[in-house]
């Protein structure tokens, strides 16, 4: 296991890294333009494609602004002994609609903070490329935003009145009830702007 897309986690002792490096060369190798055909398909045999496209689509319905999508090294990779393919998993959703991830961010190329964008991610910029990734990644990305993401609002709701009554009685509060709804509403109000952004973008 690798946090950050780099840093051992497990089985220290062994210390080997040669499928990371064999994985980041591929990608750090392979042009932007040209035919990418071998590469696609040496790609599927080292990572796993498919979760990697979910992945995407799960940060990009958000948004997020500091992740995997956005070039962030905030993601693991998974060395899986059975299929010696890396499966990447989530990490860090913390910019979740925030100012530094707005309702309008790109589908497509979205980097981060305007000013100090993270280095855009080559797999995400070569893997657009082959049209049947992109339309399974536009096929989740609507899947998961008439899914999941439209239950979202409720769940907002149910956790704001939840704790509602324990921020009014907090001796200590940073803000004010009226601050904490209005907290509440802009992040309703964001996932709302977010559908609609989406389906602008996709024309569905």
Request: charged share 20%; aromatic share 12%.
């Amino acid at each position: 296991l690798y946090s950050d897309g780099y840093v051992l986690e497990t089985n220290k002792a062994a210390a080997d890294y040669s499928h990371l490096w064999a994985l980041n060369d591929l990608v750090t190798k392979e042009p932007l333009t040209g035919d990418h055909t071998s590469f696609f398909v040496k790609l599927e045999t080292m990572l796993d494609v498919r979760t990697m496209l979910r992945l995407t689509a799960a940060e990009i319905v958000l948004p997020t602004s500091d992740n995997w999508s956005n070039g962030s090294a905030n993601f693991y990779y998974y060395d899986d002994p059975l299929t010696k393919r890396h499966v990447m998993l989530p990490w860090d959703f913390d910019t979740f609609l925030t100012p530094e991830s707005p309702p309008n961010a790109d589908l497509y190329a979205f980097w981060g903070v305007a000013g100090s964008e993270n280095a855009p991610n080559k797999t995400l910029q070569l893997a657009y490329q082959f049209p049947a990734w992109k339309k399974e990644f536009e096929d989740t990305l609507i899947a998961l935003r008439d899914g999941p993401y439209r239950l979202l609002p409720a769940e907002v709701t149910a956790v704001c009145n939840q704790i509602r009554p324990h921020v009014a009685a907090d001796p200590n509060a940073v803000g004010t009830i009226g601050q904490m709804d209005a907290d509440c509403q802009q992040i309703k109000d964001g996932i709302a702007a977010r559908i609609m952004y989406i389906r602008s973008v996709l024309g569905r």
